[in-house]
């Protein structure tokens, strides 16, 4: 069962990919901030990070900048899910290896699941994606 967070300041979206992920039979942690979502990270080592860019605390792209200095940091696949359009961030990440850039309001729930499910499969040999 692959490992996934959801790095999300805005409580009823956190809660509702929690729930969506883990009734796909994904093992899920979460967090609010960048600070807190870090230190989970390294707890958890999740295959899967999905990362929302404006927080409190920590940005996304602060956290994201953080991980990749990490070793074990680099190997995770990280998915940015936020408000903000491409256009609107910071040139740096698009060096900080994301596999896939999405627009929140763009995207229902199931077809997030869809491209978590992708991704993994897709980037992951080891890892078996839940039916």
């Known amino acids: 069962m692959a490992k996934i967070a959801v790095i999300e300041d805005d409580q009823p979206i956190r809660e509702m990919y929690e729930l969506k992920l883990k ?20 707890q958890f080592r999740p295959e899967l990070i999905l990362l929302d860019l404006r927080m409190p605390i920590m940005d996304g792209v ?17 998915i940015i899910l936020t408000n903000i359009s491409q256009e609107g961030v910071p040139m740096e990440l698009r060096l900080l290896d994301v596999k896939r850039y999405l627009v929140k309001a763009h995207y229902t729930p199931q077809q997030v699941l869809s491209i978590v499910t992708d991704t993994l499969d897709r980037y992951t040999k080891k890892i078996k994606s839940p039916k």
């Open 23 to 42: 009734k796909s039979g994904f093992d899920v942690q979460v967090a609010s901030d960048g600070e807190e979502g870090l230190r989970l990270v390294e």
């Open 62 to 78: 602060e956290m994201l900048k953080r991980l990749r200095e990490k070793d074990w940091g680099g190997k995770i696949l990280v």
